[in-house]
């Protein structure tokens, strides 16, 4: 554990981009705890080279992760910190990600009954998102090759909500880059958020509220402890 400072719950979409982007130094994940509700924010991948380093946030863990639950360090690093913030049995767990984070966000839901909803985006869970059985929003940019690595489209399913959008690149050369940025999925997050509000997207809408309301939208501040992750 590095740091502990108070914050109120996430009220939307867009604020759950922001904080997962707020997470600016290599192998930390920041979890926020609601009363007996957590909500952890997993950011993607910071070392894309070929041999697994201190870092688990990194590419050999996108390899384990595409494989399969409970094989990413990254993610058994985010079941380690969970633990070490508190969380118990009957605890609520819901997991934000970007990239790499939302791929274990997704394998982690598979294997730990207490998480209850997640967030991703620009993440490959399509994969396993049939397998998943609670709350998913995923977003994804129609122009971003990272959440395609699944291979298929996230399934039509009830519980499951998708929203795709074609993010405008300022610097063609730099699409790869762009497209993929939590930035600018922060700013396609708010216009879902804008959507929700409104009448037309009633699905998209039914999915966030079970999101947001199970985090505690409203509801008083919790403490955020901010963890370092490392491959030993």
Known sequence: EIRRF???PPETLAQLARRTAMIDR???IAIEQFGNTFVAYIPGTQNWLPLAGKNPLDLTSNLHAMKGAGLAASERGLS???????AGPSSKIYLVG?????????NLALRDSRVAGIVTFGAPIAQVAGQLKIPVVA???SNDVV??????????????????REVPIVKPVDVLVEAHDISNYAKTAELADDAAVGNGEYGLKRVREQVLAGIGVGGSAGEVRIFEINRK
């Open 80 to 86: 380690s910190a969970l633990q070490k913030s508190g």
């Open 147 to 164: 959440p395609k690595l699944g291979l298929k489209a996230n399934p039509l399913v009830e519980n499951i909500t998708t929203v795709v």
């Open 26 to 28: 290599p192998g930390r």
């Open 139 to 141: 977003i994804e940019h």
């Open 6 to 8: 108070e914050r109120s």
């Open 98 to 106: 970007h990239s790499q984070g939302g791929m274990v966000a997704a």
